[in-house]
């Protein structure tokens, strides 16, 4: 049973535009939502976070929406650059600090 | 800081045999968690421990995995008898409990694990 969804396996977007990735959840009982970019070789790191009181927040070239009654989030990266090729995990922790992670998007930025 | 150590980063094992991995936490966090990526599940939380004590074992597959946490700056994976499905890339994350939201889940670079 996936809570946590992102149903997009891989994104390829031009440098300059904007990336957008989605993630849906099931359990209404999620709180709080962070993204992880991961590249090759290495362990994910924490880009950006959410609390379900808020419906966006954004940090630089990156902004996250929430929307609770679809239960669907998304990160969106604007302008997207060359380094920001990486797989993005979103996550979802509703208590007892345990994260739920979705399957990860590899999203390719192309010159 | 050196960041979440683990090792070793790669372990081809045959099936049947016994793996172990480790994991040094960042000093002074209080949390420790065990994941499993997979192409079908990505990320799956294994373990975690709080203050070197088990909370949550939910996700260990079978009894053939087991975790242990001596003290604050070491755990350890063992997988006893490995099986072919049990290739993946294992993570270790530390985080200090910010009191009232989980603080930023720190990722060790992971062992990948290959059982022939």
């Known amino acids: 049973d996936q809570q946590v969804k992102q149903n997009s396996p891989s994104l390829s977007v031009q440098e300059g535009r904007i990336s957008i990735l989605n993630c849906d959840y099931t359990?209404?009982?999620?709180?709080?939502f962070l993204w992880y970019k991961k590249y090759p070789a290495e362990g994910p790191t924490f880009l950006i976070s959410?609390?379900?009181?808020?419906d966006k927040n954004e940090d630089g070239r990156f902004t996250v929406f929430l929307n609770k009654s679809a239960k669907h989030l998304s990160l969106h990266i604007v302008p997207s650059q060359p380094g920001d090729s990486a797989v993005y995990f979103c996550?979802?922790?509703?208590?007892?600090?345990?994260?739920?992670f979705g399957q990860g998007t590899r999203l390719t930025i192309n010159p | 800081d050196a960041g979440v150590i683990q090792s070793p980063r790669h372990e081809v094992t045959e099936m049947g045999q016994e793996v172990t991995l480790r994991c040094k936490p960042i000093?002074?966090?209080?949390?420790l968690f065990w994941y499993r990526q997979t192409m079908m599940r990505g990320l799956e939380l294994l373990i975690y421990?709080?203050?070197?004590?088990?909370?949550?074992d939910s996700g260990m597959p079978e009894d053939r995995f087991s975790a242990k946490m001596p003290n604050a700056s070491f755990s350890t994976l063992k997988i006893q008898p490995s099986e072919p499905r049990d290739s993946a890339v294992y993570f270790c994350?530390?985080?200090?409990?910010?009191?009232?939201?989980?603080?930023?889940?720190?990722f060790g670079p992971g062992t990948r694990l290959l059982v022939l």
């Open positions: 359990n209404s009982m999620f709180d709080y």
């Open positions: 959410i609390s379900s009181i808020k």
């Open positions: 000093s002074g966090h209080d949390y």
């Open positions: 996550a979802a922790e509703g208590g007892a600090q345990k994260l739920v």
């Open positions: 421990f709080n203050n070197n004590v088990p909370i949550d």
């Open positions: 994350a530390s985080s200090l409990y910010g009191g009232t939201k989980q603080e930023t889940q720190y």
